[in-house]
């Protein structure tokens, strides 16, 4: 940050530690109210005064900033937007195999990987984790690729035993 950025972000602390500090020392409606008037005055003074003695270079440097600022800002929400609409996109898979081995009599836990084609997440592949008999397992593998578009070679199925 530019020294002019500092000292005026030291100026406005000042001043509102300044405003502070005087109103809780003056007791009373008229004095306070002086004080707050006097206190708001001075810090509007320390907050515009430095913009009006700036020049071209401060301007420009200002607006460079406020400019990387905002592209950094529009990016961390874009990755944060994209990260969401995965897991939104994986929930609601999850939930439909689910769902479909339920109505099968299969009891199973799922978990799904999203991969991003043409900037639209897709399920990628799929993890199921039970038990079920092969006539179970093949139609819930054909459900996955015929209605999630998830091959047979993404999908893996784990037995539990014991």
Avoid: H
């Amino acid at each position: 940050m530019s020294g002019w950025m500092e000292q005026w972000l030291l100026g406005v602390a000042c001043a509102s530690m300044v405003m502070v500090v005087s109103g809780a020392l003056v007791k009373g409606g008229g004095g306070q109210r002086v004080c707050k008037l006097v206190g708001s005055l001075l810090l509007l003074l320390v907050t515009l005064g430095p913009m009006v003695g700036m020049e071209e270079e401060d301007w420009q440097e200002l607006l460079q900033w406020d400019t990387q600022a905002m592209e950094e800002a529009e990016e961390a929400l874009m990755e944060q937007n994209q990260l969401l609409y995965e897991s939104i996109i994986e929930e609601e898979t999850g939930a439909y195999i689910l769902d479909k081995a339920e109505s099968l009599g299969v009891t199973c836990q799922v978990e799904v990987v999203v991969a991003w084609d043409d900037e639209i997440p897709q399920p990628w592949s799929a993890c199921l984790t039970g038990t079920w008999t092969q006539a179970q397992r093949d139609a819930l593998a054909d459900m996955m690729q015929a209605d999630l578009g998830i091959p047979y070679e993404r999908q893996s199925f784990e037995v539990i035993t014991g």
